[in-house]
């Protein structure tokens, strides 16, 4: 009951005073973390776009990228078991509208190593800006179908047992230090259920009109300012989703959307080097970025209680860069 309460005065004042439904806790963080650690190079395009709206278009993934994954991982369909049983009996359920693909292991350097060299820029762009070295901290190749019951998914309040795939409106609940980036794997139109995300001053707009109260319950009515990130194959989008209210389209009938889904964090530690540490959590934990479920790596950006949060705060000053 306590926490309940407490959670509902945590979410109103969050909306209140920051404009977004993220906790109030690491709303604060996020704040400070800004004003004191971060350091905006204003001649950065692409950084100046992220500080204002909360997303970027990044540099287009290589061909060779691209097809590493369609040929090795999509085209293969190496889903899990169950997943390759109901598809072959042509019996998907919602919940399984959801793949997540397989990577095996002897592909994820590989991998890694496209992502270093196809994104250095951004990836530098974003490090300078967020004043500590950057860590991939998770990857994952899925593909959104489309779901029955259209009508559902414009009430005012939906339960969580529908949300297939992330498609109700929220924000990712870590703090800001937590990125998400997303690689078209196929050419995504409007009927293939692409991202749709609002920047920071429209995601405050969005809760205001839409009576927004969480991801359960608000209008459905899209507002200006939307942006949605179609685009061809292996354009890709940085965007700050603890931030910015973003959902996954649906997929129209007969249409689906593969894409490459990565989450960086920076490292809340100092090192003496200048050298890359996009692969730090790989190595530290590489079940764990490459897990569909059990990954601790991204619980780094996810303190739970307040103490926990200002001591993350303490060690992300302590380790900043200049
Ligand atoms: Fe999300």
Redesign the pocket.
Known sequence: MIKKIYEKINNILSTYIFGNPNRFNYNIFNFFYRTIICKNNKKDEKINQFVKNGYFKGSKASKEFIDLIQKNIINKNDVDEKTTELLNQNKIENKKKNISFNVDPSLRNKIIEFIKTDFKDDLLGLESYYNNKISIAEIQVKRNLPLENKEYYNRYTRTKEFEIY?NYY???AYVNTHI?MFINLQDVSEEDGPLHIYSKSSTRKFIKENKYKNRHNYLCKELNGLYVNSGMVGETLFAN?TECL?RAGIPKENHHRDILFISFIAIPEKFDDNRSYLDYYDKFDQNGVWSHNKNNVVFKTKPEKFKDTFNLFKKYYVSKMI
Request: hydrophobic share 15%; aromatic share 0%; charged share 30%.
């Open positions: 992330s929220h924000v990712d998400k989703t973003h």
